[in-house]
């Protein structure tokens, strides 16, 4: 089945995000949410106790406030990116979600 493309335009336009971990705990973070921007490679990362929606959302809501609204998010199918609260915010801001197949750029980044 072919796969549909996003035209990447600019940077920050499309984002692929991913977790790794849970490692042993550090200042009480286990994980780290890490977002790639598929253009210019800039990555972010950040510390996270949990791996849930809650913090995932936290997070992008962040990283739209600097680098803007980005036209396509690219995440796995893990359950804190496939997820109702998820859903709504990516209506809210007018962002695609994309499921990647495996081993997609930020997977492949994370195990660098």
């Known amino acids: 089945m072919p796969q549909n493309t996003i035209q990447v335009y600019e940077i920050f336009d499309v984002w692929g995000i991913d977790f ?6 550090s ?4 994980y780290i949410l ?3 921007d598929y253009l210019s490679k800039w990555v972010e990362a950040r510390a ?9 959302i936290k997070f ?11 036209r396509a998010i690219i ?7 496939c997820n109702d609260q ?12 994309r499921l990647a197949i ?3 750029q930020v997977e492949v980044s994370n195990r660098g």
Not at 20 to 25: D, R
Not at 48 to 56: E, F, I, K, M, W
Request: without cysteine; positive net charge; proline residues 7%.
């Open 48 to 56: 996270l106790p949990t791996n849930d929606a809650r913090v995932v």
């Open 20 to 25: 790794t971990g849970p490692f042993p705990s």
């Open 27 to 30: 200042k009480g973070n286990k």
């Open 75 to 81: 995440s796995d199918r893990g359950t804190y990116f």
């Open 86 to 97: 998820f859903t709504r915010v990516m209506i809210k801001y007018g962002v695609t979600h």
């Open 60 to 70: 992008l809501k962040s990283l739209f406030s600097r680098f803007g609204i980005p």
């Open 102 to 104: 495996a081993y997609h």
């Open 34 to 36: 890490v977002a790639v």
